[in-house]
């Protein structure tokens, strides 16, 4: 497999699910490199915007197995990943698998599920198994989690913890729609839901095959240090309580590897680690609380950190 096969692909799923979800290419686009990354997802956005129709339109195309998993407070962990049933006429406990068995699972309203069901997601989303009653068992492959929450919202939810949040590779906003888009939604549901009519468009057993074909991707050794030293930025940053972690730089690393292949290239430029950093490393950090109330967000220092790093060797071209 070659980078213009992962293009290929990409591109045959962005424009099925275009079908759908009218004008979030970058979303849709993001949520692909994730899957060829082996990473996760968190959709944080309003209601009524597209989160759970987009997992639903990329799982049809991809013609990958998707489950719902609606978390509400009284959710429990075995919910999540299955649980032992005593089968009466074997006289044996037999297992029945939860929904995290499957392709895509699409948790949505995370944060509304408590503390211990969230951690039931931690070694589902880690180490692609699950643990129950003592025994492991591997999960489908490709896995991937979709998770979806209301940042405006806050009664009634748990906060994701800063372990749980470092797992996700991305963090993306889906954002409303423009004027014309909106009225293109209209038109396109006025008879019947374009999701009722799209189809599986690539092979689902080419994704293994594809997530191999990243690796291969170039990576400079003045780009890997540009990485490094935006990383490194935030832990030396004053406004921050918590900087990213290694798990952040192998993250952005790994998703401007799928970013160039689904591009069409086989090396990765600077301005894929610029173009990524803000959806790898906002949700991992935390800003102090007093440089919250001067109005200091993750975002403005992230976007800050990538306007001011420079790279080793002055001129871009050399990274190149």
Aim: charged content about 25%; glycine content about 6%; overall charge negative.
């Amino acid at each position: 497999m070659t980078t213009t096969s992962v293009e290929t692909f990409a591109q045959a799923v962005s424009e099925n699910v275009a079908r759908v979800i009218v004008g979030k290419d970058e979303p849709v686009t993001l949520a692909i490199v994730a899957l060829l990354c082996g990473g996760h997802v968190l959709l944080e956005d309003v209601p009524g915007v597209g989160k759970t129709m987009m997992a639903r339109a990329v799982a049809i195309s991809l013609g990958c197995s998707f489950k719902r998993l609606q978390c509400t407070p009284d959710l429990l962990p075995n919910d999540v990943t299955g649980v032992s049933v005593f089968n009466q006429k074997t006289q044996d406990f037999e297992f029945r698998a939860g929904p995290a068995f499957v392709n895509i699972l699409l948790a949505d309203e995370v944060n509304r599920a408590t503390p211990r069901t969230q951690s039931s997601l931690l070694e589902a989303m880690g180490e692609r198994q699950v643990t129950v009653d003592g025994v492991t068992r591997a999960l489908p492959q490709p896995f991937m989690v979709l998770a979806t929450q209301n940042p405006i919202e806050y009664e009634g939810t748990f906060p994701l913890p800063e372990a749980q949040l470092d797992r996700f590779l991305l963090r993306v906003e889906m954002g409303y729609p423009t004027q014309d888009e909106e009225e293109q939604i209209l038109v396109n549901l006025r008879r019947e839901h374009p999701i009722d009519v799209i189809g599986q468009v690539v092979d689902p057993e080419q994704i293994p095959v594809l997530q191999r074909a990243i690796w291969d991707v170039n990576v400079d050794e003045t780009v890997r240090a540009y990485i490094v030293r935006l990383v490194q930025g935030t832990r030396q940053h004053p406004d921050l309580a918590l900087s990213v972690s290694p798990r952040g730089s192998l993250g952005l690393y790994k998703a401007a590897q799928a970013l160039a292949a689904v591009r069409g290239r086989d090396y990765v430029l600077p301005d894929d680690i610029k173009y990524l950093a803000p959806f790898v490393l906002c949700h991992r950090v935390i800003v102090k609380a007093e440089s919250a109330l001067r109005n200091r967000t993750a975002r403005d220092i992230v976007n800050r950190l990538v306007e001011t790093t420079m790279l080793d060797v002055g001129e871009l071209e050399q990274a190149r």
